[in-house]
């Protein structure tokens, strides 16, 4: 039975007057945030905004940095290590926001999502700000849909920018990247302990061994170096940072 929440509805009318109020039902006992049941009890189920220049829409199972001010700082930092002539490749691209500044500044921009939700917000996006010929959405696991895109942009200079959640990137996906041959790789992170794995591994200074990853010895498989990490404080008053991570093609 769906709970009653016209009484909460009632009282956020007492003091807002435009917002959106979704119900979202999660059954299972695991630890995902969302169930996939949703109901909106009141507005339009998404809001419009405008960041860096760029309007777009999202819903509440879209993927959004939550702190505007220091979101627009990091973005910022991400596009000034991006060339513009390169072909950029946003993996966990959420609704598309970075894709689209990717895309005005380079050739062109593919985001891979696999909320269908945000990545039904990411084509909004591009319709609203005129990018269909260059910004590109892909909705479906990372790990099943870079190599196709790989393959679409092989002889082109290219960049891949990867944000993925907590957990980090899956390892077919950090491989994958340490293969591609892009120029630059530029990691977001908001776990330390996530981004170092997967760092180790992009710099070969991790190995696999009987499926799980050990240290590895000189001299290191490394492909890439790491030329910058730069720390945000997207979360202030708490213990948790943001990180951004640049890496070059040796």
């Given at each position: 039975?769906?709970?009653?929440v016209?009484?909460?509805i009632?009282?956020?009318?007492k003091n807002?007057?435009?917002?959106?109020f979704l119900l979202n039902?999660n059954a299972?006992d695991?630890?995902?945030?969302?169930?996939?049941?949703?109901h909106?009890?009141?507005g339009?189920?998404s809001?419009k905004a405008?960041?860096?220049?760029?309007?777009?829409?999202?819903g509440a199972?879209?993927?959004?940095?939550?702190?505007?001010?220091v979101?627009?700082?990091?973005?910022s930092a991400?596009?000034?290590?991006?060339?513009?002539?390169a072909?950029?490749?946003?993996?966990?691209?959420?609704?598309?926001?970075?894709?689209?500044?990717l895309a005005k500044?380079?050739?062109?921009?593919?985001?891979i999502e696999?909320?269908a939700e945000?990545?039904?917000c990411?084509d909004?996006l591009?319709a609203a700000?005129?990018l269909?010929?260059?910004?590109f959405?892909?909705?479906?696991?990372?790990?099943?849909?870079?190599?196709?895109v790989?393959?679409?942009?092989?002889g082109k200079?290219?960049?891949?920018?990867?944000?993925?959640?907590?957990k980090?990137?899956?390892?077919?996906?950090?491989?994958?990247?340490?293969?591609s041959?892009?120029e630059?790789v530029?990691?977001?992170?908001?776990n330390p302990?996530?981004?170092?794995?997967d760092?180790?591994?992009?710099?070969?200074?991790?190995?696999e061994?009987?499926?799980?990853?050990i240290k590895?010895e000189?001299?290191?498989?490394?492909?890439?170096e790491?030329t910058s990490?730069?720390p945000?404080?997207?979360?202030?008053?708490t213990?948790?940072?943001e990180?951004?991570?640049v890496?070059?093609?040796?």
């Amino acid at each position: 039975k769906r709970a009653d929440v016209s009484y909460l509805i009632k009282e956020l009318e007492k003091n807002f007057k435009e917002f959106t109020f979704l119900l979202n039902i999660n059954a299972s006992d695991g630890n995902a945030i969302f169930g996939e049941e949703w109901h909106i009890c009141r507005g339009e189920g998404s809001f419009k905004a405008v960041s860096n220049g760029i309007e777009y829409t999202a819903g509440a199972n879209t993927f959004v940095q939550v702190n505007d001010g220091v979101r627009e700082k990091l973005y910022s930092a991400v596009l000034e290590n991006v060339p513009r002539d390169a072909v950029a490749l946003d993996l966990y691209s959420g609704g598309g926001l970075l894709t689209a500044m990717l895309a005005k500044k380079c050739a062109a921009a593919y985001g891979i999502e696999i909320v269908a939700e945000a990545s039904r917000c990411a084509d909004e996006l591009s319709a609203a700000n005129g990018l269909q010929d260059k910004m590109f959405n892909i909705c479906g696991k990372v790990e099943e849909k870079l190599y196709e895109v790989l393959k679409k942009t092989e002889g082109k200079s290219r960049v891949i920018v990867c944000d993925p959640p907590r957990k980090g990137m899956e390892r077919s996906v950090v491989n994958a990247i340490k293969n591609s041959g892009a120029e630059k790789v530029i990691l977001i992170s908001c776990n330390p302990a996530t981004l170092a794995r997967d760092l180790g591994i992009l710099c070969g200074t991790l190995k696999e061994s009987d499926g799980g990853l050990i240290k590895a010895e000189p001299p290191f498989d490394s492909r890439y170096e790491i030329t910058s990490v730069t720390p945000f404080d997207m979360f202030p008053q708490t213990k948790h940072v943001e990180t951004l991570v640049v890496l070059e093609l040796r």
